[in-house]
């Protein structure tokens, strides 16, 4: 079964320190998206990607944060200047289309990034 | 604004026991709802969805849910757990024209043999 993976699985960084969180999605998916999910709360929506260029973005999607894709296969979160509460797991996710019927997206496995 | 509620944070059942977990959503159009489980240290893995048509939806691994759209419900049900169903158990919603899915909390079910 086609998967999307992430990397790293965890990740430790300083407070004010830039990270960069890395993800392949499945390969012939044209929608990407990050999500976030802080220990014991829900799991939040932070941005959608589409044709390079970001097609929706949370309220939690400050200047703080960017995505990118470098390449044909990577998809990237970059947080800035991290700070305490960035501390989260960290979801991509992928699917082939927009929310048409029978689209199902597919996470990867989450980095989870810790601010010390 | 649009959320999802799931009312059971965590239950606890004995193998061969009825499941039905609760997810309630605020929205007012039409919606798209899906179920995600998360194995320990696994990603979120589909269950079923809903798009439209027979509000009896079938999924993977004999997992159910029925969308009552009165009651702005989408419970999931398993006749008969097994130890293998513990898990955490998402619900969410999208809306159309939008991107994104909205999650509820999660259910964390363990499932004693």
């Known amino acids: 079964e086609p998967e999307v993976t992430q990397t790293p699985s965890h990740q430790v960084t300083q407070m004010g320190q830039e990270v960069i969180l890395r993800c392949v999605p499945i390969?012939?998916?044209?929608?990407f998206y990050w999500y976030r999910q802080i220990l014991g709360q829900k799991v939040e929506f932070l941005v959608s990607?589409?044709?390079?260029?970001?097609?929706?973005k949370s309220e939690i999607f400050d200047d703080q944060f960017s995505v990118e894709r470098p390449d044909g296969s990577n998809f990237t979160l970059k947080i800035r200047s991290t700070k305490l509460e960035d501390s989260a797991m960290y979801f991509c996710a992928s699917t082939k289309d927009r929310w048409v019927k029978n689209t199902e997206a597919f996470f990867g496995q989450g980095t989870r990034l810790t601010v010390v | 604004a649009q959320s999802v509620s799931q009312h059971n944070h965590h239950v606890i059942l004995s193998e061969a026991a009825s499941l039905e977990l609760g997810c309630n959503y605020s929205y007012g159009g039409t919606v798209n709802l899906f179920w995600y489980v998360q194995y320990p240290g696994q990603h979120l893995q589909l269950l079923l969805k809903y798009f439209s048509g027979d509000p009896l939806v079938k999924g993977i691994k004999g997992f159910e849910a029925e969308f009552i759209k009165s009651k702005f419900s989408f419970n999931l049900r398993k006749p008969s757990v097994q130890w293998s169903d513990t898990a955490e158990y998402f619900c969410?919603?999208?809306?159309?024209?939008?991107?994104?899915?909205?999650f509820g909390t999660g259910t964390r079910l363990q499932v004693f043999p």
């Open positions: 969410a919603v999208n809306a159309p024209g939008t991107d994104k899915l909205i």
């Open positions: 390969s012939n998916h044209l929608y």
């Open positions: 990607f589409y044709n390079n260029e970001i097609s929706e």
